[in-house]
């Protein structure tokens, strides 16, 4: 509907609130462990549904707002779908198996997609995409962080730090998103109203095509996956820590590069 009539923010907040509550209380798809962050483990049930509701409005948002150029959001999808289905491929139980099938098909589907959606594009997602995928990554973090929970500690696929480990395959969108909504609270206005300081948006900005553009944020989107799986090990405070200071210089640098740009020009 909104790809139609252009549905106002709040509108969109509600029935994805509605369609994430559906999924997280009927179908029982749950984060029901903090696998001790902030010295937290198990979570009652009635705390474990809002956040999980949360948990999937927040990831949603992030794919929808990183939709703003040719390939872009495709790409991101599957990097990160990549990276949950080979753990869930290797993980090896049958209900991951299940999991990899569906993750596969949708690699494949987002790939036909992406074929006429790079520059120039004959095909667009619109909200309609964007956000069934973002959607679809939610649930594949959320299937990842509970089938790990329940591995013993010995399983060679067993992650510690599990929760930054998914964060971490997808740190650019979300750290683009938490940026531009700094931003915007910082200028008094809403956190949902549109604008043009998303990492691409400046990535053009600067003179880079879609395309490039597509590619150095999908190459850095790969890097952030390879440099968690590397660093898995170590404390998981430290590694989120870290992630979220690599995915705020990415997103910041060429905000500051712009403006350093743009003040050379004389550009008010």
């Given at each position: ?6 549905l ?64 872009l ?59 069934l ?60 109203s ?25 190459l ?49």
């Amino acid at each position: 509907k909104d790809d139609i009539i252009n549905l106002a923010a709040q509108k969109k907040a509600i029935g994805l609130l509605v369609a994430a509550s559906v999924l997280v209380y009927w179908g029982n798809i749950r984060i029901t462990d903090f696998y001790g962050l902030l010295g937290i483990h198990k979570i009652h049930e009635w705390v474990s549904i809002p956040f999980t509701v949360l948990t999937i409005f927040v990831i949603v948002n992030a794919f929808n707002l990183i939709d703003g150029i040719n390939g872009l959001c495709s790409s991101m999808a599957i990097i990160t779908s990549v990276f949950f289905g080979i753990w869930f491929y290797l993980e090896g139980s049958p209900k991951s198996y299940q999991l990899v099938i569906i993750i596969s098909s949708f690699i494949g589907s987002v790939f036909a997609f992406l074929r006429f959606n790079i520059t120039p594009a004959r095909i667009f997602m619109g909200d309609t995409g964007s956000l069934l995928i973002g959607l679809f990554i939610a649930i594949f973090a959320i299937e990842f962080l509970e089938t790990n929970l329940r591995l013993p500690m010995s399983a060679s696929m067993k992650v510690n730090s599990a929760p930054v480990v998914a964060i971490s395959a997808m740190a650019l969108p979300l750290c683009d998103m938490v940026k531009v909504f700094l931003i915007r609270i910082f200028n008094k206005r809403s956190p949902f109203s549109a604008d043009r300081n998303h990492i691409h948006h400046v990535l053009l900005k600067l003179g880079y095509s879609h395309t490039q553009s597509t590619y150095i944020l999908s190459l850095v989107s790969v890097l952030f996956v390879g440099i968690v799986v590397l660093l898995r090990g170590i404390n998981p405070i430290l590694l989120l820590s870290l992630t979220f200071i690599l995915g705020f210089a990415v997103c910041v640098i060429p905000l500051l590069l712009l403006k350093r740009k743009e003040s050379k020009l004389g550009v008010q």
